[in-house]
């Protein structure tokens, strides 16, 4: 298989972690474009024999970084948020508890978003992630527990322990459990 077919036989993966990064569908098409140009165009830099999927999530990642930091939309508050006009599908108890599960991902930081969404969605290992994110094992772990902690407050969960409020330094506790808690789909370490 050649190594532009490679790509594209990953670009359904890249959308998917697209749509979840930014919530808008075109913004997503145009990051996973992006995405596959700068991959094709920099096929060189690619290390032969390892994870194809984990460079193109990075190098993903990093176009979405840049791109935040040129619409300074960094935070996530206001009420053009991608999360306010998601729609469940119509006539779905599963619908809506997607819609609840989206919007509490858009609420959370977004170093927690992108470590849930690697690990948790994409299934990469820790040390993917890792690699992906560009920062030790260790605090790819913390986010995602933090990650956790914080989707099950959001969502009406028990915490495990004391979740930070909107404010530091702020903890507060949740209500009785609503949903399955949340776990990692496939640990890979």
């Known amino acids: ?77 206001d009420e053009s948020a991608p999360w306010r006009n998601l729609e469940a599908p119509h006539g779905e108890v599963d619908g809506l508890v997607l819609r609840d599960v989206q919007r509490a991902l858009y609420c959370l930081p977004h170093e927690q978003r992108e470590v849930l969404l690697l690990v948790c969605v994409e299934e990469l290992s820790y040390q993917e992630a890792s690699r992906a994110l560009g920062v030790p094992v260790g605090t790819v772990m913390s986010r995602l527990s933090r990650a956790r902690e914080h989707m099950r407050a959001l969502l009406g969960e028990e915490p495990r322990g004391p979740v930070q409020g909107p404010h530091p330094g702020a903890p507060q506790t949740a209500p009785a459990p609503k949903f399955a808690p949340l776990k990692v789909v496939r640990n890979r370490q």
């Open 1 to 77: 298989m050649t190594f532009e077919a490679e790509v594209i036989a990953w670009l359904p993966q890249l959308r998917r972690y697209a749509r979840a990064l930014t919530g808008d569908r075109a913004w997503a098409d145009d990051l996973v474009q992006d995405t596959a140009e700068r991959a094709l165009a920099r096929w060189s830099a690619f290390r032969p024999n390892s994870n194809l999927r984990a460079w193109l999530l990075t190098i993903l990642r990093h176009l979405y970084i840049d791109q935040l930091r040129g619409r300074r939309e960094i935070a996530v508050d």
